[in-house]
């Protein structure tokens, strides 16, 4: 898993930089063999005026699915990031829960190698 983190019109902080890694690290770490890139653009809309104008831009890229865009403003950026990083986690989640079920509703065993034991006897098809 390649993890990106991007910052748009203001400068990270350490504290802010490790928040992001331990989310990721926390949200993602039971699917980390199954995401290919995780990417979170920080932005500040409105720059210095203020306002609801903190953006979380989550990108996670799945092997033969479509890119997961999970996008959140709030007036504070660790919420936006919370919000975000918690939005994707359950989004993956539940698209390889899918493809999961899906893969194991597809698979029929080959009936004419099959055993049948009906009424005590084997009966090959």
Same mark, same amino acid.
């Given at each position: 898993m390649k993890v990106s983190i991007q910052a748009r019109d203001f400068s /990270?902080?350490?504290?802010? +930089?490790?928040?992001?890694?331990? &989310?990721?690290n926390y949200l993602f770490s039971s699917r980390y063999n199954q995401i290919?890139?995780? =990417?979170?653009?920080?932005?500040?809309?409105n720059g210095p005026r203020g306002g609801v104008d903190k953006r979380c831009? /989550? =990108? /996670?890229?799945?092997?033969?699915?479509?890119?997961?865009?999970?996008?959140? /403003?709030?007036?504070?950026?660790?919420?936006?990031?919370? $919000?975000?990083?918690?939005?994707?986690? $359950?989004?993956?989640? &539940? &698209?390889? =829960?899918?493809?999961?079920?899906?893969?194991? &509703?597809?698979?029929?065993?080959?009936?004419?190698? =099959?055993? +049948?034991?009906?009424?005590? +006897?084997?009966?090959?098809?």
């Amino acid at each position: 898993m390649k993890v990106s983190i991007q910052a748009r019109d203001f400068s /990270v902080t350490d504290s802010m +930089l490790s928040y992001v890694k331990d &989310r990721i690290n926390y949200l993602f770490s039971s699917r980390y063999n199954q995401i290919q890139r995780i =990417t979170v653009r920080l932005s500040d809309v409105n720059g210095p005026r203020g306002g609801v104008d903190k953006r979380c831009k /989550v =990108t /996670v890229a799945l092997p033969r699915l479509n890119e997961i865009i999970i996008d959140d /403003v709030q007036s504070d950026l660790y919420v936006a990031i919370f $919000r975000a990083m918690d939005r994707a986690s $359950r989004t993956v989640n &539940r &698209r390889l =829960t899918r493809l999961q079920d899906k893969k194991r &509703r597809l698979y029929v065993p080959n009936k004419s190698k =099959t055993d +049948l034991f009906i009424n005590g +006897l084997y009966e090959y098809s």
